[in-house]
């Protein structure tokens, strides 16, 4: 499985690149007006930014609703770098969109899939990825994890090419439950990558071998 961290924090994406297991950032409008990036050529400058971080594939979300303005957008955030994926919400020209994008070469994620039935749709559109949000799922009171689960199966039965990306992770109990439904990536945020090193017993451990040690090295 892979590790995307979903941040538009610069500070962040490098102290999880600095990890050595990052494999790409997504972000969306929300988490760019977090760090106050606005306007159309800081959001974009920022884009290139995020990709001169990290090797892997960067998520760049559309703002636009209709079909002729989500490609004029996607064709733009495209061409600032290779690494681009274009993000496009899955919605009816949302889909028709990522058919578009599809057709000319364009790497999509569809954001914001709460069900199989979208998730099919974006995989009959050809989607790179598709962004089942677990968390959001979770918050009223709907399994987020059997989602994955069951688009993962549906993937896998027909073949569909589009691989499954776990968004709206929350805590490390998410990302281990992603792994074991078979997600292809899990996109978390900072705190959840590095709950994953958090164990007592490791910290115990290494007290005592580190006071032992000394004990004789003096
Ligand atoms: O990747 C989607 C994510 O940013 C949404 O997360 O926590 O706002 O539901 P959240």
Known sequence: MKFFIDTANLDQIREANDLGVLDGVTTNPSLMAKENIKGEANIKKHYVD???????????????????GMIREGKELAALHPQIVVKVPCIKDGIK??????????RTN?????????ALLAAKAGATYVSPFIGRLDDVSTDGVELIRQIVNVYNYYEYGTKV???????????????????DVATCPLS???GLLNHPLTDIGLKKFLADYKKVNG
């Open 50 to 68: 995020i990709c001169n971080i990290v090797k892997g594939d960067v998520s760049a979300e559309v703002i636009s609703t209709d079909y002729e």
């Open 97 to 106: 969109a990522i058919k578009y994008f599809t057709d000319n070469g364009i």
């Open 165 to 183: 990306l776990a968004a709206s992770i929350r805590h490390t109990m998410h990302i281990i439950q992603c792994l074991e439904a078979g997600a």
């Open 110 to 118: 569809c954001t914001l899939v709460f069900s199989v039935g979208q």
């Open 192 to 194: 959840a990558i590095l």
